[in-house]
């Protein structure tokens, strides 16, 4: 049996977790205004140092996520096993090698942050507000001035900033921004709410990513609106998930034939790109039905020419489908949706089992990543998928004990 630590041994172990203060904050500031690919490894250098200062400090790890862990496992040994039947097989063996340390580290992360102390977290709820305001004003120098801040890291860019270019910062601060409004609220900081409400209105004003804005837009919707408390609920949302991933070739298919033209009707859809995303979804959704049980293996739109009219989109070739479903049925078939299905419910049942004011802005912070998960990015980007594990750990401070016992909702 191991010896209780003496107080040397848990004062170390206390010192770690204010580090994490520190080392969470500093590189989540540094990636979401210069380097936002620096998330891609943030988290997972973060949770990896953690449990082994635990180890070397106590002797003993920490408790590790297992679940948590073995849905990576479960990703990772998909996206090797389907180099087997895939279109360029080094490619996807290569591609789930290379997601491996940040799915897994991710992982260590999360599982580490549900660890710290109520001290610790008490400390990061007054202090994480306060930096996503910092990090807002920051966004709105680079947005309103014409990117500075990146101009002055870049000391030889002679080539005019591409705005668009900070849609990935003005991605992670929203999601960031939706876990420092509801600890300003629950922690009756009003002038920080204050700053935060307005730095956060100037962004989406501004901004090119219809991305951002829709993320805002469903997990206030969920926040707000659904019943935290009816366990049922739950059971429906994650269904609703299911039927939505499985049916979603037939989906985006009807949706390009009937949707198109009233997209293009509306200011905010056609700089979104709205028709354009529905006809690349559209000729991926129905390449992925030729090879519908197993799929055409990771990565494998990247190697692949689509039957296509080009009507919004110009070329037959695309690097990913802007949306995970689609990606999903693409490379794993019908096995790819009900993984994606099977992982949603998962996440959903450890959020339910939250007291609700922890589940209401757990269920918001998730539902906004999947906004942008279904408009946005290649599911396997580096930097998206080290900032959701960000976000992820960010919201288990955020919504940690310390809050919960002096705030009820």
């Given at each position: 049996m191991n010896n209780p630590p003496d107080m040397d041994e848990v004062s170390r172990v206390r010192a770690f977790p204010r580090g994490v203060i520190t080392a969470v904050l500093v590189p989540l500031l540094v990636s979401v205004i210069f380097v936002p690919r620096f998330l891609g490894f943030a988290p997972a250098i973060i949770g990896v140092a953690g449990y082994i200062w635990v180890r070397f400090s106590t002797g003993r790890w920490p408790a590790f996520p297992c679940a948590l862990l073995g849905w990576m496992a479960g990703i990772i040994g998909l996206g090797l096993l389907s180099a087997l039947w895939a279109l360029d097989p080094g490619l996807s063996a290569e591609r789930a090698l290379d997601v491996a340390?940040?799915?897994l580290g991710g992982a260590l992360f999360t599982g580490f942050a549900l660890q710290t102390a109520k001290d610790d977290l008490s400390r990061f709820q007054r202090i994480f507000p306060l930096a996503v305001l910092v990090m807002g004003v920051l966004c709105v120098v680079e947005l309103y001035?014409?990117?500075?801040l990146y101009k002055l890291l870049r000391p030889g860019l002679t080539r005019a900033v591409n705005m668009s270019g900070l849609n990935r910062s003005v991605i992670v601060y929203t999601l960031c921004s939706i876990i420092a409004l509801d600890l300003a609220w629950r922690t009756k900081n009003f002038r920080i709410l204050a700053g935060l409400a307005a730095v956060f209105a100037a962004i989406l004003f501004k901004t090119q990513s219809q991305s951002a804005q829709f993320a805002l837009l469903v997990g206030g919707v969920f926040y707000l609106?659904?019943?935290v408390r009816i366990k049922a609920a739950w059971t429906w949302l994650a269904g609703f998930f299911a039927v939505l991933c499985l049916g979603a070739p037939w989906i985006?298919?009807?949706m390009f034939k009937a949707l198109p033209p009233l997209a293009d009707r509306h200011e905010w859809l056609r700089q979104s790109y709205a028709s354009h995303r529905m006809e690349i979804w559209d000729f991926i959704s129905r390449r992925a039905l030729e090879r519908p049980v197993l799929g055409h293996g990771l990565e494998s739109a990247r190697v692949m020419h689509f039957d296509?009219?080009?009507l919004y989109h110009a070329?037959?070739?695309?690097?990913?489908?802007?949306n995970a479903v689609i990606q999903l049925w693409l490379e794993f078939g019908v096995v790819g949706a009900a993984l994606a299905s099977g992982f949603f419910a998962f996440l959903l049942w450890s959020i339910r089992d939250l007291p609700p004011v922890q589940a209401r802005i757990s269920l918001a912070v998730l539902m906004a990543c999947v906004a942008v998960g279904v408009t946005g990015y290649g599911l396997w980007q580096a930097w998206w998928l080290g900032g959701l594990f960000m976000v992820a750990g960010l919201s288990v401070l955020a919504v940690g004990k310390a809050v919960c016992d002096t705030n009820p909702r």
């Open positions: 340390p940040v799915l001035a014409g990117a500075p609106l659904f019943p985006a298919q009807a296509t009219q080009k070329s037959d070739h695309v690097l990913h489908p802007h």
